[in-house]
């Protein structure tokens, strides 16, 4: 199953949304009946790479907690981090990223799931606001903010940017208040 998820991968990051299923198992070296075992569409191949992408997110992401928990930088190295992090998870394959995006069957779990990392990331996100004196009288909104705002701004504007990850720090410390 791998394999065909990583000729998934290679297929739609070269041809795009028009990739079909024939090519991907063809890429993988197997028949489209195999294929077909596991995803019966298209659609299921990129449900199980959007899935796949999560959870690389989410360890990504806290990792970065725990990084950010041991050095105790200052707001704006905590920015660079966050930014440097994100960037990180979309750096390979940009246009992949860009089919998952627009592309993906939205399904409850996994809406859940996108939900969940983004809440997670807006509560690091605060927790740090607050350690750094910055956030304004509610951080947790300042948080939320930051996390759309640089979701947005990466999946609609930086996928495959040279200066993604200065672009979102960019943001981030334009969006965030100053000392409080």
Known sequence: MEVVLEAAA????????????????????V???TLYQYFPNKRALL??????????????LAAL???LAAARPDWETTVSMVAAAV??????????H?????????????????????????????????????????????????????DGQLHRVLLGAESAADDLARTMLALSPGRD
Do not use: K, W
């Open 10 to 29: 290679q297929v739609f990051e070269r041809e795009g949304i028009s990739a079909t299923t024939n090519r991907i198992a063809e890429r993988a070296g």
């Open 31 to 33: 028949s489209i009946g």
């Open 47 to 60: 449900h199980a790479l959007a899935e796949r992408h999560l959870d690389e997110a989410g360890e990504r």
């Open 65 to 67: 907690s725990a990084e």
């Open 87 to 96: 960037d990180d998870l979309h750096r390979n394959r940009p246009r992949l």
């Open 98 to 150: 860009a089919v998952l995006y627009e592309h993906t069957p939205r399904t409850p779990d996994g809406v859940e799931r996108l939900r969940a990392l983004h809440d997670g990331l807006a509560e690091e996100l605060a927790a740090q606001l607050r350690r750094c004196g910055r956030g304004g009288a509610d951080a947790e909104h300042t948080a939320a903010l930051l996390v759309h705002a640089v």
